[in-house]
């Protein structure tokens, strides 16, 4: 299975990207993205062409001009994650649920919270699968892979 990278500079600091052999988007990670490689592994190979578009609309999701991405995506995950993940494209632009409330997007019952929560955490399609949406029950800042910095940074984005 071939993985291809690039990286490109945002406002969070550098961002990796990879795709599957195909040119899906597979990762949009943010530096120091927890449970996420850092850095480009040996075997990966290196191809800036084919993240042309997701560069594109990453940088003018940054300037405040994108709203939602059209992209081909294929993260690889469970089913379950893959579920939950895909609830995330559910969450407009500029709004915020609890994990709560994603819980039953996703088809799942209350008790699945800490589940959901747990996938959520996972997700590697940062700012592309909106995660930074997600707030705590109180609407508490809570969770996010690449830091709590980083979520209010693009909630305050799209809140402007």
């Known amino acids: 299975m071939t993985t291809h990278w690039t990286t ?3 406002p969070l600091g550098t961002l990796l990207l990879t795709a599957d052999g195909d040119g899906r988007l597979t990762a949009v990670l ?24 997701a560069v594109a609309q990453l940088r003018a999701y940054f300037a405040g001009e994108l709203k939602e ?3 081909e995506l294929a993260p690889r995950g469970t089913e379950f994650r893959q579920r939950v993940w895909q609830a995330l494209d559910d969450i407009p632009y500029g709004a915020t649920v609890t994990y709560g ?22 997700n590697p399609l940062l700012i592309v699968r909106p995660c930074h949406r997600v707030l705590g029950k ?3 800042l809570t969770g996010f892979a690449a830091g709590l910095e980083a979520k209010q940074y693009l909630l305050q984005l799209e809140n402007h």
């Open 8 to 10: 490109t500079d945002s």
């Open 30 to 53: 943010a530096p120091n993205t927890k449970g996420q490689p850092g850095e480009p592994e040996a075997d990966w190979t290196e191809t800036p062409e084919l993240f042309a578009a």
């Open 69 to 71: 991405f059209d992209l």
């Open 101 to 122: 409330e994603l819980t039953a997007a996703a088809g799942q019952p209350p008790t699945a919270v800490r589940a959901v929560a747990s996938a959520i955490g996972r």
């Open 138 to 140: 109180n609407g508490a």
